[in-house]
């Protein structure tokens, strides 16, 4: 039996192909974009200015997936956790996480993920599969809809932050990121879009290729080889020198501020001696450096550092004129930190 295609895979000029070769008006394709993109609707009969035998067509040839809460819980600091179950039984979390002037979306981008890295809940669930444009389009869709019924926000960013790597993963995140971002779509500027990847040297220069819009955030968590090699397995392929010089690359081709995320790890990475590696790493390009907290995961002895070493880690770099935040983590009481994605959620951990 055929098996039916998803039609959000399809961009609009493929749409319109299709519809030409069926004898349909070109046109019909921004209707139908409408309905699936802007309006979310799951089935073809509630496109409702669609003729019938058209609706027929496409039901026979096309399905929209679409994914579902499965499971959400609430921390007492108001970050909102949900489990995404997928057209196929897979299931992928995204977070909801509220401050005083705005709301931000952390999505995912693959389920599971294959990098492994020695401090991620996700990395041990290893690479199930990739998400497809329209389901990472859809979390931020329910995400946005939690935002304004949880806090009466409209969504402010997003980050792409979740379970996976996103550039390993990088035509249909690319794709989702345009279809939020136009008008057939959610309108929002890209430059409230943050994509993170824990340094894929090959695909940072791609992003630069492709002149982005949006920001990039490079999880780096050390400033030496051995150390981050140590911790991160991606490291052992992409040196921090060939790193440094796709980041160099990306931002001539697009003149944007790189972000590094830093998770300070007690007695690891976080004396004054790693403030001055980083510091030096990070002459090459202007940054923004993001302190974070450890979260602690299942069966990893890491510690997070103690406050009195973050302050003098942070003010170490702060002297060197670079720009500094502490970020305390949120949603740790229900696994929704960094890091901490899949710990301990059940769709994870079926027998």
């Not at 669609?50 to 679409?66: A, G, M, R, Y």
């Not at 001696?273 to 993001?290: G, S, T, W, Y």
Request: proline share 3%; hydrophobic share 35%.
């Amino acid at each position: 039996m055929e098996t039916k295609i998803n039609i959000r895979s399809l961009d609009k000029s493929e749409l319109k192909s299709f519809l030409i070769s069926i004898g349909e008006k070109p046109f019909r394709a921004s209707q139908i974009y409408d309905w699936m993109w802007k309006k979310g609707v799951s089935y073809f009969p509630e496109m409702r200015n669609l003729p019938k035998p058209l609706i027929e067509k496409l039901s026979e040839k096309f399905v929209i997936h679409k994914l579902s809460v499965d499971d959400s819980q609430k921390s007492n600091d108001g970050t909102l956790k949900s489990a995404f179950r997928l057209f196929d039984g897979n299931v992928v979390e995204g977070v909801l996480i509220p401050t005083k002037h705005r709301t931000t979306a952390c999505i995912s981008t693959q389920v599971g993920c294959s990098l492994s890295c020695a401090f991620c809940a996700t990395g041990k669930l290893g690479r199930i599969r990739n998400l497809s444009a329209d389901e990472i389009y859809d979390q931020v869709v329910e995400i946005a809809d939690q935002s304004k019924k949880q806090y009466q926000s409209n969504l402010g960013n997003i980050v792409y932050m979740g379970m996976g790597e996103p550039l390993l993963n990088y035509k249909e995140t690319l794709r989702s990121i345009e279809m939020i971002t136009s008008e057939d779509g959610l309108g929002m500027s890209p430059r409230r879009i943050t994509v993170s990847t824990a340094g894929i040297a090959k695909m940072i220069k791609k992003l630069g290729d492709d002149a982005v819009k949006f920001n990039l955030a490079v999880s780096l968590h050390a400033a030496t080889d051995a150390k981050r090699s140590a911790i991160m397995e991606i490291n052992k392929e992409n040196s921090l020198e060939s790193l440094s010089e796709a980041l160099r690359y990306f931002h001539d081709k697009t003149g944007s501020r790189i972000t590094f995320e830093y998770i300070l790890f007690r007695d690891f990475n976080d004396s004054l001696d790693d403030a001055a590696q980083l510091a030096r790493f990070c002459r090459a390009f202007p940054v923004k450096i993001n302190l974070i907290e450890y979260n602690p995961v299942d069966g990893v002895e890491f510690k997070k550092s103690i406050p009195e070493r973050t302050d003098e880690f942070a003010k170490f770099l702060e002297e060197k004129n670079m720009i500094v935040n502490v970020r305390r983590s949120r949603g740790k009481d229900i696994d929704a930190a960094c890091g901490q994605l899949a710990n301990k959620n059940k769709a994870f951990n079926k027998d």
